[in-house]
């Protein structure tokens, strides 16, 4: 009998190709399957040759091949699949054996399995994989969650192959986030961050590109000077790098023949839903999947091109000037997008009873993602010095980074309305940050108006209690 392995992978997509020479360049022995046996022969004469990759036919002889306790990850596409899967292997496993889903899983689906797979005997975890093509094969943020029990047989192997960060290059970002669905709520929250992320960026652009009239190559110098600063990202570097890249079939600059509509897995839209569900305002990630959405009505847009007028105008001022003031306005607008998530996070934690480490989630991000960015280690230390922060926004740091972009921050906004710019992230994070500032908001009128026509009720400022007011019958006679 050959040696057994020491972890084992489903589904050999690019994501568990990577992940599957991750694992094995840090000395496992892992086995392999996918569904389509072609795959796994391509994987094996192609990636895999060489490497100490076990290739197996069938789901059982792929379970065999494990020792125990096994550890099995299934790297397949979110949805029913992943259930099917869970049925399948489940009688051939072992109690204390680990199914661990890497896939971008709705965490809702993800408490449902954890309890299912407990109750066969077996251990699950639902961890969320962050990085892309190029982080599952040189080291991904993992947001693993599940059964707690789980944690120990996974932690060696997760940290090992998780994206390091910190002074010696030694602080893995992989860490135990929580227990059933925590982990890909968690992955969930980091996506619509990611959305914002990205919306803020391009809603930097088109300012630049459209009110000021800037080249490609202008774009590329600021974003590259950009990277030097407090916006030192991921996001900001690729950004930087795509401003640089030919078309080889027309010459010109790629990024223009692009076309202008935007694509979206589903991980924005269950943020929105859910912020919804728990009543918090996570706007600015809500307008970033709006404004994909409305990219996507290209022929609809193109219609009303033709009939809707507006002002085209370009910026007179100091260009220059200008366009600090918009890398002003995108780190205020990044910090509210964080801010919101952070407060979605706190709010799912009471609702579901999950011992979330703040200041911990902000390290897993911090490198191996697509969200890395300097910025997190701000966050971290927010939570070190108050555990129970409320809003981000409190925090000195960011208080203060506040107040030293903000009247930028609201001439870029005021300026992209006055000249027709859409920039409905900038505006939503402005909205959103003089809204939670405010002690008081017109929500009185509100309540007045949903208590006229409903009797829904309403509480005063100066005493306890809940009142109804017949408003018609109270009302002033009209003037004659």
């Known amino acids: 009998m050959s040696e057994p392995c020491d972890f084992g992978l489903i589904g050999l997509a690019v994501m568990g190709q990577n992940l599957a020479l991750n694992i094995e360049s840090r000395g496992n022995r892992i086995a392999v399957y996918n569904r389509t046996g072609s795959v796994t022969d391509e994987f094996m004469e192609g990636p895999a040759k060489g490497h100490n990759v076990v290739p197996c036919k069938s789901l059982e002889e792929f379970v065999q091949s494990i020792a125990t306790p096994r550890k099995v990850m299934v790297m397949v596409k979110a949805g029913p699949a992943v259930d099917t899967i869970i049925d399948y292997l489940i009688p051939l496993m072992d109690e204390g054996d680990v199914i661990i889903d890497g896939g971008n899983t709705f965490f809702e ?7 299912y797979v407990e109750s066969k005997g077996l251990l699950y975890s639902g961890t969320g994989v962050s990085g892309g093509e190029e982080g599952a094969l040189k080291g991904p943020s993992m947001m ?20 390091k960060v910190g002074p010696n290059n030694d602080i893995p970002c992989c860490e135990w986030v929580g227990p059933g669905g925590a982990g890909h709520y968690v992955k969930m929250v980091h996506n619509g961050i990611e959305y914002g992320d990205m919306q803020l960026i391009c809603e930097a652009y088109f300012l630049m590109k459209e009110a000021l009239g800037m080249s490609n190559e202008e774009l590329y110098d600021t974003f ?9 990202s991921y996001l900001i570097e690729i950004t930087r790098d795509i401003f640089s890249v030919k078309d080889p079939e027309t010459g010109g600059d790629l990024v223009d023949q692009v076309l202008d509509t935007a694509g979206s897995k589903g991980t924005g839209k269950w943020m929105s839903q859910l912020a919804l569900d728990l009543g918090v305002p996570t706007t600015l990630i809500t307008e ?11 022929e609809a847009r193109v219609r009303a091109n033709k009939v809707l007028k507006g002002p085209e105008g370009k910026y007179e001022g100091d260009k220059k000037e200008f366009v600090d003031q918009i890398r002003q306005a995108l780190y205020a607008s990044k910090i509210c997008s964080y801010a919101q998530g952070y407060v979605q996070l706190q709010a799912a934690a009471e609702e579901y009873g999950w011992p979330l480490k703040y200041g911990e989630i902000a390290m897993l991000w911090r490198g191996g993602c697509i969200i890395r960015a300097r910025f997190l280690e701000r966050i971290k230390d927010a939570f070190d010095e108050h555990p129970d922060l409320e809003n981000l926004l409190l925090a000195p740091y960011f208080n203060e980074a506040i107040q030293n972009t903000q009247d930028a921050w609201r001439n870029v906004v005021a300026t992209a309305l006055k000249l027709g710019v859409p920039v409905p992230g900038f505006s939503a994070a402005l909205t959103y940050y ?47």
Do not use: C
């Open 288 to 298: 970033a999947v709006y404004a994909r959405y409305l990219s996507a009505m290209k």
């Open 109 to 115: 689906d993800t408490e449902r399995r954890t309890k």
């Open 224 to 232: 590259a000077e950009w990277n030097t600063g407090d916006l030192d």
């Open 434 to 480: 003089d809204g939670y500032r405010r002690g008081r908001l017109p929500a009185n009128l509100l309540q007045a108006q949903r208590d006229y026509f409903g009797a829904h009720t309403y509480k005063r400022l100066d005493r306890e209690g809940t009142f109804h007011t017949d408003w018609l019958g109270q009302r002033k006679a009209p003037p004659a």
């Open 144 to 163: 693993p969650g599940g059964s707690e029990a789980a944690w120990p047989l996974l932690k060696d192997t997760f940290q090992a192959i998780a994206a």
